[in-house]
């Protein structure tokens, strides 16, 4: 694998701790800023709209610039945003700040895939896309738990610099290492880019990358209370188990990217089906302390198993034009099903299904995604009988 995609893993990095972070910091936000901690939570919410909104709207603005130009211009962004971050005198400069900060989010994630299989062999692109993916799982194991350690012990601000610092580190690595020639993009035609989103492939493989991701956030959103209050660990258990569910990431990420460079529709299904079949059988493992902290481990690589295939899939869907938009769009799809998911999550517990039932909901959202990508698949087979048969001379 080229060092260029590296690069592209470190920045991938520093923004996986920026989106994550804040769930550690929320009582030291809240207490700090003097709001409450629903308040604070909706920081959260924020930077995942601000991924939804910034992914397609920067992706059209940067449309004609070279891939690596975009890039950096997207790591300035990300690292001026945690600098604004650490200095925000109250609440809503902190939300704008954060809202700023995702705006880099989508749009880097999906230009970046695209870099990335431009990169390396045709049977190799999954994998490249798993690589740059697996900062983002790092940074779930090393960066967050640091992080929430580091505002912890000296405020939440110290994590916000060291965020900076990790920006520009990022921002030098790009520019060092991702090559300018592997990066150049032909003019953007913004009518061609935004009728790839009109393309019935295109839009049901965005539909499948949201109710599978929903499945994931439903529960995982709430893992702690499900650790504690039925597989009965202490609260000082969960960070410790949740590096299990770290590890399980990075190695789903890098397992579904490998299926998907030889397989890459059996990689999608296959990787829906696991992600059903965990979710439903946690049910019953919860209450089992081994079995709990095994499946956690299962639960992070049956997510990210799925990353990879699904964002492959959208870029075929999407090629001859508009693929960088249509990457950004999956990238903002990831982040809206973890919207929804948390939302379902909630919404079962505050309707009296309890803590216990959510895994079994949670499991009909990607067994709803792999029906959404059979359709898929059986549209484009009909396309493909239907098309006329190549003259012969």
């Known amino acids: 694998m080229p060092l260029a995609l590296y690069a592209l893993a470190a920045g991938a990095f520093g923004i996986g701790v920026t989106e994550f972070v804040i769930m550690g910091l929320l009582l030291d936000v809240s207490k700090d800023l003097g709001v409450s901690i629903s308040a604070a939570g909706q920081l959260i919410s924020g930077y995942a709209l601000g991924v939804v909104i910034g992914a397609p709207l920067l992706t059209i603005a940067t449309g004609n610039w070279p891939r690596k130009t975009v890039l950096l211009a997207l790591m300035a962004i990300f690292t001026l945003g945690n600098l604004a971050c650490a200095l925000a005198p109250d609440y809503w400069t902190l939300m704008g700040a954060r809202i700023i900060t995702a705006f880099a989010h989508g749009t880097f994630f999906g ?3 695209v870099v ?6 045709p049977n190799r692109k999954a994998s490249a896309i798993a690589l740059m993916f697996t900062g983002l799982t790092i940074a779930n194991i090393l960066g967050v738990p640091f992080g929430t350690w580091l505002g912890q012990a000296f405020g939440w601000r110290a994590t916000f610099w060291a965020v900076t610092v ?9 520019s060092a290492l991702v090559p300018r020639s592997q990066t150049a993009s032909e003019k953007s035609d913004l009518r061609a880019d935004l009728a790839v989103l009109r393309r019935t492939p295109v ?9 599978g991701y929903a499945g994931v956030f439903a529960v995982f959103t709430y893992i702690a209370p499900l650790l504690t209050e039925i597989s009965g ?4 258990a969960v960070s410790p188990i949740l590096l299990v569910f770290g590890g399980g990431l990075i190695a789903g990420n890098l397992a579904g990217g490998k299926v998907a ?22 049910t019953f493992a919860i209450h089992s302390q081994v079995m709990a902290v095994i499946y956690v481990g299962l639960l992070g690589a049956a997510a990210f198993a799925t990353v990879a295939p699904l964002q492959m899939w959208v870029l075929e869907k999407a090629q001859g034009a508009g693929q960088s938009l249509a990457s950004s769009f999956n990238i903002a799809a990831f982040n809206l ?7 379902l999550g909630g919404a079962v517990i505050a309707h009296g299904l309890g803590l216990g039932a959510l895994t079994w909901v949670a499991a009909l959202l990607p067994l709803a995604a792999l029906g959404v990508a059979g359709l898929a698949l059986r549209l484009d087979r009909t396309a493909t009988l239907g098309a006329p048969a190549p003259i012969r001379s």
Request: net charge neutral.
């Open 233 to 236: 660990f202490k609260e000082a």
């Open 116 to 121: 990335a299989t431009g990169l390396v062999a």
């Open 111 to 113: 230009v970046g895939s």
């Open 203 to 211: 839009l049901l493989g965005l539909a499948t990358t949201v109710l």
């Open 337 to 343: 099903g973890n919207a929804a998911g948390a939302w």
């Open 261 to 282: 460079d030889r397989w890459l529709v059996p990689a999608v299904l296959g990787s829906l089906i696991v992600l059903a079949v965990v979710l439903a059988t946690m």
């Open 166 to 174: 990790v920006g520009l580190a990022a921002f030098a690595v790009i």
